[in-house]
């Protein structure tokens, strides 16, 4: 996880929106921006509406002293960029001050875009650190993107964090509240069990827990889970049958081989029907001086002998 040093100071917004920036014009003057904190949502308390609406309030009143611009700077981005919004060169702390307080004060979309697609890269990089075999990548990537744009709305170049190093704190806050709201989804609540209360008084279905095979049991941590479960065992009748059907071909393969009289009959009974890793045509040619197909036909020859005596001990 990405620290992002704490240097925010409650002062007067006035007084926090001129540290450092150009012409005394204030960065960011949203009134619900000056106290947000930077971190996944979740993180602080909300505030009350009355604080809402007296903190716009104080922001039309620095716009009718002159404090506050609120007209749009243009159209022309302070960098060049490509026709897909990419800027054509790195960006330095100047740029990234001025494409964050348009984005925040005026919400160019422009400017917006260009500082995502400046660190989309990075969306990638965590999302390979953070992949799982599970899950699609697009979905990581998704998210950490999500979190790249909420970046682009909270940070303050005032801090002294270049904006690469503070987007992927979000990015990760993002791609991991995903990973945990996955996990929890996947674990389904017991049907029919009550209600459970936590410390904090809230009330909640039970979840069933995940248990790994390899786990030790709670009487006996010697054995695992694993060896508890009962191995698959075959039906004996099935056994008995197919050991009979076994015992039946063979030797009516062997009877075929002794009354043709043909050794090339025995070796493709031997190392191609009988055989548990069977030799390929093309191999058994070679070994008998045929063709592949040559030594098909011996072998459809003993199959067609073959039935004609199974069906006749059947009947």
């Not at 620095?62 to 749009?72: H, I, K, P, S």
């Not at 698959?232 to 009748?237: G, I």
């Amino acid at each position: 996880m990405v620290s992002v040093p704490d240097t925010h100071r409650k002062e007067p917004l006035e007084n926090r929106g001129n540290r450092g920036a150009p012409g005394g014009q204030i960065f960011s003057m949203h009134p619900l921006k000056a106290e947000r904190k930077p971190g996944p949502r979740g993180q602080g308390s909300p505030l009350e509406a009355e604080e809402d609406l007296m903190r716009a309030s104080r922001v039309l009143d620095m716009v009718d002293r002159g404090e506050l611009r609120t007209d749009n700077p243009g159209e022309q981005l302070p960098i060049p960029v490509d026709a897909s919004g990419r800027p054509r060169r790195r960006l330095t702390p100047e740029d990234e001050r001025e494409l964050a307080r348009r984005v925040q004060t005026f919400g160019d979309i422009d400017a917006r875009n260009a500082m995502v697609m400046a660190n989309l890269g990075l969306v990638h990089l965590v999302a390979n650190q953070m992949r799982r075999p599970d899950l699609r990548y697009d979905d990581l990537v998704q998210e950490g993107t999500l979190g790249l744009l909420r970046a682009t709305e909270t940070f303050d170049p005032t801090r002294g964090v270049r904006f690469s190093t503070y987007c992927v704190y979000w990015i990760r806050a993002k791609i991991q509240r995903f990973l945990q709201r996955i996990d929890r989804d996947d674990i389904p609540s017991i049907a029919g069990a009550g209600m459970e209360e936590n410390d904090k008084g809230q009330r909640k279905r039970p979840r069933a827990r995940r248990l790994s095979l390899d786990g030790p049991t709670t009487n006996d941590e010697d054995r695992t889970l694993g060896d508890m479960i009962a191995l698959p065992q075959p039906d004996p009748e099935d056994n008995t049958l197919r050991t009979e059907r076994e015992r039946r071909v063979d030797k009516v393969l062997k009877e075929i081989a002794a009354e043709l009289n043909d050794p090339r009959l025995q070796v493709i009974i031997d190392r191609r029907l009988l055989s548990e890793e069977p030799h390929t045509l093309a191999e058994l040619g070679q070994l008998l001086n045929l063709s592949r197909e040559g030594a098909r036909l011996l072998e459809a020859k003993i199959l067609r002998l073959a039935r004609q005596k199974l069906v006749a001990l059947a009947a």
